[in-house]
C-alpha cells in the first residue's frame, strides 16, 4: 500500500524528456537510483517517489490524482486536455512552471513541390497527425474544412504513401522534414516541458515539500541563465569598466596583493559575457577575464 504522504511525479521513462528530468530532479537535490528498468523509484532523503511512464500517460495520471506532479511536453498536455474534455472527463491541471528543455513545434508542413500554400489549400484536404485535437481546434479557428487523419509515429511519410495530403507534426530542427521533401507551413503550437500538478492535491505534507521544491527550481534557472564574471581592472579606469559589465549588480572590489593600481572584480551576471564586451573591458584595461557557469544560487 503506498504511502499517502509521499510526493509522486510522473516523468517519462525513456525518450526526449527522460534525462532532462532526471538531470532536473537530481539538481532540486532529489537522490534516486534510477535502475534502467523500474518503474517506480524512490527518493532516498525525501518523501517522494517517481513513476516512469510514457509520456502521452502523464496528463491523465496527474489529473486523476494517481500521480501528484508530472513533467511533459505542453503538446501532450494540450492534447491530452482536449481529448478528455471531449468525453467530459476531468482536464484541469495546475501548470506551475515552464521548463527549460523540450522545445518544440507543432506546424502544418506539405510536399515541397508544392512551394508555398495560402491556408485556403487545407480547405477539403487529409491531414495526417498524432495530434487531431490540436489540429481540429486550430482549423476550427481558421474556419478551415479539413479531414484529420491519425498516426501515432513517423508521420512524415503520409503525403508519399497516399495516406494525407498533408502533415501536422512536430519540428525541432526541421532535419525531418528536410528529409521527407516536406515543406514547413504555419506552426500551430510552440511547445516545451512544463512541471503540472494535480490541483485537488490537498495533503500538507505533500505541500510543504512541494514549497521547498519550487524555490529551488527557481533557483536553478537562474543559475543556469546566471555567469560569476572575475576580472582585473585598472583602479583609474574602475567606472568606466564597471558601466560595461551586464547586469545591474555592483561587483566586488578586492584589492590585489603587490599593487596599488589593479583592483580585481567579482560579480554575478544575470547574462553571459559577450566576446564584444569582451574586448570592449580588454580595451579599457581589464585583463585576466573569467566568466564561469553557476552550479546553485539563492538569492
Ligand atoms: N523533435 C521533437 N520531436 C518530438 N518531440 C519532441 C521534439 N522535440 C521536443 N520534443 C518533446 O519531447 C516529447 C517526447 O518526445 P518523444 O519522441 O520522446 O515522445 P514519444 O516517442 O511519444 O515517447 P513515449 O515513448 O514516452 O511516448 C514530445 O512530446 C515533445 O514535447
Ligand atoms: O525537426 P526534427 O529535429 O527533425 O524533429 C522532428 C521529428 O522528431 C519527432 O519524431 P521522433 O524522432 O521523436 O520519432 P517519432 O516520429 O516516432 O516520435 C517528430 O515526430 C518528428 O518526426
Ligand atoms: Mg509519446
Not at 6 to 19: E, F, M, P, V, Y
Not at 114 to 121: A, C, D, E, T
Not at 222 to 245: F, T, V
Amino acid at each position: 500500500m503506498s504511502d499517502n504522504n509521499r510526493l509522486r511525479i510522473a516523468i517519462q521513462k525513456s525518450g526526449r524528456l527522460s534525462k532532462d528530468c532526471q538531470d532536473l530532479l537530481k539538481q532540486l537535490g532529489v537522490k534516486l537510483n534510477l535502475r534502467e528498468q523500474r518503474l517506480i523509484a524512490h527518493a532516498t532523503n525525501m518523501p517522494i517517489d517517481v513513476l516512469r511512464v510514457r509520456d502521452d500517460d502523464i496528463p491523465g495520471l496527474v489529473m486523476d490524482g494517481v500521480c501528484d506532479l508530472g513533467i511533459v511536453g505542453e503538446n501532450v498536455l494540450v492534447e491530452s486536455q482536449a481529448e478528455r474534455a471531449a468525453q467530459s472527463l476531468n482536464a484541469e491541471v495546475t501548470k506551475l512552471a515552464k521548463l527549460d528543455f523540450g522545445y518544440c513545434r507543432l506546424a502544418l508542413a506539405w510536399p515541397q513541390e508544392l512551394g508555398q500554400l495560402p491556408l485556403s489549400w487545407f480547405e477539403g484536404k487529409k491531414i495526417a497527425t498524432t495530434y487531431p485535437e490540436i489540429l481540429k481546434q486550430y482549423l476550427k479557428n481558421q474556419g478551415i474544412n479539413a479531414s484529420t487523419v491519425l498516426l501515432s509515429g513517423s508521420v512524415e511519410v503520409a503525403p508519399r504513401a497516399g495516406l494525407a495530403d498533408a502533415i501536422c507534426d512536430l519540428v525541432s530542427t526541421g532535419a525531418t522534414l528536410e528529409a521527407n521533401g516536406l515543406l514547413q507551413g504555419e506552426t500551430i503550437l510552440e511547445s516545451n516541458a512544463c512541471l503540472i500538478q494535480n490541483p485537488s492535491m490537498d495533503n500538507q505534507q505533500k505541500q510543504a515539500l512541494l514549497d521547498t521544491l519550487l524555490p529551488r527550481l527557481k533557483a536553478v534557472r537562474q543559475a543556469k541563465e546566471s555567469k560569476y564574471i572575475m576580472l582585473h581592472a585598472p583602479k583609474a579606469g574602475l567606472d568606466e569598466i564597471c558601466e560595461l559589465l551586464p547586469g545591474t549588480g555592483k561587483p566586488t572590489v578586492l584589492s590585489l596583493a603587490g599593487t596599488d593600481d589593479l583592483v580585481a572584480l567579482h560579480m554575478v551576471s544575470s547574462e553571459t559575457l559577450f566576446w564584444e564586451t569582451m574586448e570592449a573591458l580588454k580595451e579599457k584595461g581589464a585583463s585576466s577575464i573569467l566568466v564561469m557557469p553557476i552550479e546553485k544560487m539563492m538569492e
